[in-house]
């Protein structure tokens, strides 16, 4: 005879409140059956994008062809029966449906032949992206107004006669009530909404390219997305929370870059303060070590009365950062990065100024804000200008939603899969052990420092204004943003004062943490991997933050395939040293795999002439057997819950919990 199960006070609790929702054993039953049938089915398609750097049309063209999987379901499809060119235009409709009608609108006179035949091909492709999830997810993934035909087409077997009349009669119906453009937008979300389950950005969505806010807006919609901190993405993090130092570090990078798009356009933040303080303080000074980078199509539009107002905001802003950024320094002895105070080690008189054991001329010190006796001390105009800066980056509505969003899908690392992900580095003594960092009254380091890191980031925004615990994760940010071995800067130095300063490029170096050496070694890749509890020959680690120089014939693939760099230049700025424009990942049910693209040629011409990012597919590692979502950490929750159900059942059976049968 079967013991009956016995069940504690805490678990009877846990399981009458499960019983709300399942009321019956014929409710516990039917979901245990639809849990399990979810549990067999493939690992839904993963999508890993890093160092995006504001580079907006590239991202979206990225994100909407799913890295290529999407023009490989078009082939897959019709490379048999359909020429390259038509199979072009689909995917490129599918990409960008309702700028592509337009488009086709203009050039044909009668589109109904052309409609038939696209709303066949798209529901062809949307029958295949769709094939391997249940048809409850998706159905929850259909556009409202057209959720019950879209479920109807990919659904019916063509192959039947009095089925294909049916299909016929939908499309031709579609067609004649003039919805067949709405339709067609309809099903080509769909394809990209189910084409990727999930998606990973690897941090840095920020700085360099013109409109991470737009970025950003695509992630706001985004079905399901995760987010590993980047330092620009910190430093932004900060400047939202209201650092003064963070801000002017926002401002000072993108006025050096003439990225001034996201901050004026794109948050609303007006730099008027600055401008009229930089052109009355500065209009005497010397700033050509602060020239703006002038590059792209419209360099050449700039006067020169326009550069020299930008040099001298340059200037301005990053005399007012360094003050601030010592004011940090001695407040936190505890960063151990005492000798980064340069302002008081100038010496005025002989131009020149002494950094550890060498003495450097410096081309600029012509600071008339700056009081030698008392280097670090705004003046009262300065404390006016950052505190106004502030407040606008304070009222941005738009920056504000942005950065919420970054904290409530972000994190500095992510275990997802089997995976660890974070965009930096895990910080590595000379001697290849952890590095440990005396923080927080204590010490710490790996996985017990990042996540101390992960809450003390968390303070800075949510902590009320004003409040020492807030002044505390502020000042912490800028720590991560560019402290001593900080995990997402991962280097020495930031060396921004000799930049600007000293024209002896020696000075400039900043010598990364012994980390970007180690991870080439399996071993080293192991012990990382436990550290964050994940053994096993298909855990990896996901990286992003340093330039992969692909035409020096460098790999992406490290530490014996253990580790993945996916930063490979998606800023134009690195393009030229990277040799390509970026890395994206693709881990699907079968198969990781590496993609590397080619240089964007913009949306206009994409559209036009039905152009594609150039991409090549490197897979990398093959599973023996195709993963389930049983393998998977939501297959995990999935059965979990499944198990409690089945507690659930055995209580009923037991008399334990009532059923109740009230509809």
């Given at each position: 005879m079967k013991r009956k199960k016995s069940f504690s006070q805490e678990e009877l609790r846990y399981l009458k409140l499960l019983a709300q929702q399942y009321p019956t054993v014929q409710a516990a039953s039917s979901e245990i059956i639809n849990l399990q049938a979810i549990l067999n089915l493939p690992k839904g398609t993963e999508h890993f994008i890093s160092d995006v750097h504001g580079e907006h049309e590239a991202f979206l063209h990225i994100l909407n062809s799913c890295s290529g999987v999407i023009r490989e379901k078009v082939d897959d499809l019709f490379a048999s029966t359909i020429s390259k060119g038509e199979r072009d235009e689909l995917a490129t409709?599918?990409?960008?449906?309702?700028?592509?009608l337009e488009q086709l609108h203009r050039?044909?006179?009668?589109?109904?032949?052309?409609?038939?035949?696209?709303?066949?091909?798209?529901?062809?492709?949307?029958?295949?992206?769709?094939?391997?999830?249940?048809?409850?997810k998706v159905r929850k993934a259909l556009p409202k107004d057209y959720a019950y035909i879209i479920d109807e087409l990919i659904h019916t077997n063509y192959a039947e006669a009095d089925k294909r009349d049916y299909f016929e009669n939908i499309?031709?119906?579609?067609?004649?009530?003039?919805?067949?453009?709405?339709?067609?937008?309809?099903?080509?979300?769909?394809?990209?909404?189910?084409?990727?389950?999930?998606?990973?950005?690897?941090?840095?969505?920020?700085?360099?390219?013109?409109?991470?806010?737009?970025?950003?807006?695509?992630?706001?919609?985004?079905?399901?997305?995760?987010?590993?901190?980047?330092?620009?993405?910190?430093?932004?993090?900060?400047?939202?929370?209201?650092?003064?130092?963070?801000?002017?570090?926002?401002?000072?990078?993108?006025?050096?870059?003439?990225?001034?798009?996201?901050?004026?356009?794109?948050?609303?933040?007006?730099?008027?303060?600055?401008?009229?303080?930089?052109?009355?303080?500065?209009?005497?000074?010397?700033?050509?070590?602060?020239?703006?980078?002038?590059?792209?199509?419209?360099?050449?539009?700039?006067?020169?009365?326009?550069?020299?107002?930008?040099?001298?905001?340059?200037?301005?802003?990053?005399?007012?950062?360094?003050k601030l950024e010592g004011q940090k320094l001695l407040r936190h002895p505890e960063y151990g990065m005492s000798d980064r105070l340069l302002l008081d080690k100038i010496d005025y008189a002989n131009k020149c100024i002494t950094i550890g054991d060498t003495t450097y001329p410096l081309e600029d010190v012509d600071f008339p804000t700056v009081d030698p006796k008392d280097p670090y001390t705004l003046t009262p105009e300065e404390d006016t200008v950052i505190n106004q800066l502030t407040a606008s980056f304070l009222r941005s509505e738009k920056l504000q939603k942005h950065i919420r969003f970054l904290y409530s899908k972000g994190s500095l690392y992510k275990v997802f899969n089997g995976n660890l992900l974070f965009h930096g580095c895990i910080p590595m003594t000379a001697d290849g052990e952890l590095l440990s960092f005396q923080i927080g009254g204590k010490e710490r380091k790996g996985q017990e420092f990042l996540?101390?890191?992960?809450?003390?980031?968390?303070?800075?925004?949510?902590?009320?204004?004003?409040?020492?615990?807030?002044?505390?994760?502020?000042?912490?940010?800028?720590?991560?943003?560019?402290?001593?071995?900080?995990?997402?800067?991962?280097?020495?130095?930031?060396?921004?004062?000799e930049r600007r300063l000293i024209k002896d490029e020696s000075a400039w170096t900043e010598p990364k943490n012994p980390y970007y050496t180690y991870y080439q070694d399996p071993a080293v890749c192991d012990m990382l991997l436990k550290e964050f509890g994940l053994e096993g020959p298909h855990c990896h680690i996901i990286n992003g933050h340093i330039p992969v120089k692909s035409k020096k014939g460098e790999s992406p693939i490290k530490g014996g395939g253990k580790l993945i760099v996916i930063d490979g230049g998606f800023c134009k700025a690195y393009q030229p040293t990277t040799g390509i424009a970026g890395y994206t990942l693709i881990y699907n049910s079968w198969v990781l795999r590496i993609v590397s693209h080619e240089?964007?040629?913009?949306?206009?011409?994409?559209?036009?002439?039905?152009?594609?990012?150039?991409?090549?597919?490197?897979?990398?590692?093959?599973?023996?057997?195709?993963?389930?979502?049983?393998?998977?950490?939501?297959?995990?929750?999935?059965?979990?819950?499944?198990?409690?159900?089945?507690d659930l059942l055995s209580a009923y059976k037991a008399g334990a919990v009532p059923e109740d049968h009230r509809e």
């Open positions: 409709l599918i990409y960008y449906p309702e700028e592509k050039q044909m006179k009668d589109m109904d032949e052309w409609y038939r035949i696209t709303l066949h091909r798209l529901i062809e492709v949307c029958r295949f992206v769709t094939s391997k999830y249940t048809r409850s499309i031709s119906t579609i067609i004649d009530l003039e919805q067949a453009d709405g339709f067609i937008e309809a099903v080509s979300a769909v394809i990209k909404r189910m084409a990727v389950d999930h998606m990973h950005i690897v941090g840095d969505i920020f700085d360099r390219g013109p409109r991470a806010d737009i970025i950003m807006d695509s992630l706001l919609d985004y079905h399901s997305v995760d987010i590993q901190w980047g330092n620009h993405d910190i430093l932004w993090m900060g400047a939202a929370s209201g650092s003064r130092t963070l801000v002017a570090t926002v401002l000072a990078n993108s006025i050096h870059y003439n990225n001034l798009e996201v901050i004026e356009t794109g948050y609303g933040v007006s730099l008027r303060p600055l401008s009229v303080f930089a052109n009355e303080v500065y209009k005497d000074c010397d700033v050509h070590r602060f020239a703006v980078k002038l590059t792209g199509p419209d360099a050449d539009q700039y006067s020169e009365k326009d550069k020299l107002l930008s040099a001298r905001m340059h200037k301005a802003i990053t005399i007012i950062l360094f996540d101390y890191a992960d809450t003390a980031a968390r303070q800075a925004y949510y902590h009320k204004l004003g409040t020492p615990e807030r002044q505390l994760g502020m000042d912490f940010l800028w720590f991560l943003w560019a402290g001593r071995n900080s995990p997402i800067f991962g280097r020495d130095r930031m060396t921004t004062f240089p964007f040629c913009g949306r206009k011409t994409a559209i036009e002439k039905n152009m594609d990012i150039a991409n090549s597919s490197r897979v990398f590692e093959r599973m023996d057997t195709r993963i389930k979502i049983a393998q998977t950490d939501i297959g995990a929750k999935l059965q979990a819950q499944a198990d409690a159900l089945r």
